[in-house]
């Protein structure tokens, strides 16, 4: 069981594991709740929100948001033992796509969630991407944005995280 205050950062590629893993290290808590950042904006997110809705057990309550997330948090204290956030590589997407949201102003926004997870009463979960093992995008400027502030994001993140996870193949390799 993770203790109150503590914040564990879960990270790895596409299918790797990691939202099982959150479930699974969520499995002991009594009071839990789910923060989820996907929009269906197409058929095929649709389907993939779905799939986690139905897989996800019954005992979290759910808040979907897709940007404001440390507000979010903020209104759990005394609430929950416990809350997964999944995932921060959609909320820097939702971010990006808002419009109106420069590198600057994101990069603030994870330094803001990163000191409300501090702050928090509860245990947090934090899931997210590693794009940044794969090849470079040369050919779109706004895929390399993307690339850059999730992996400058994961850091921010990182390290304030008590617990650091990298999934590989389903399988928890603990780096922190």
């Known amino acids: 069981m993770i203790h109150m205050g503590t914040i564990t950062l879960i990270t790895g590629g596409a299918r790797s594991g990691k939202s099982m893993q959150a479930l699974k290290l969520a499995l002991p808590y009594q009071h839990k709740f789910f923060v989820a950042t ?4 197409d058929e095929e997110m649709a389907a993939r929100i779905e799939f986690h809705r139905t897989t996800r057990p019954v005992d979290f309550q759910t808040a979907e948001e897709p940007i404001e997330i440390t507000d979010e948090l903020e209104t759990l204290g005394g609430k929950a033992d416990l809350v997964v956030v999944d995932c921060l590589t959609l909320w820097v997407s939702n971010l990006m796509l808002g419009g109106k949201r420069d590198d600057k102003t994101i990069l603030a926004e994870a330094d803001r969630l990163a000191a409300a997870l501090k702050r928090a009463a509860f245990a947090t979960i934090v899931v997210t991407d590693e794009v940044g093992s794969g090849i470079v995008p040369t050919d779109h400027a706004e895929s390399r944005r993307f690339r850059d502030l999730l992996g400058w994001t994961n850091q921010k993140l990182a390290a304030v995280a008590d617990k650091l996870i990298l999934m590989v193949a389903g399988y928890p ?4």
């Open 38 to 41: 996907g929009q269906a904006l």
């Open 173 to 176: 390799v603990k780096v922190k």
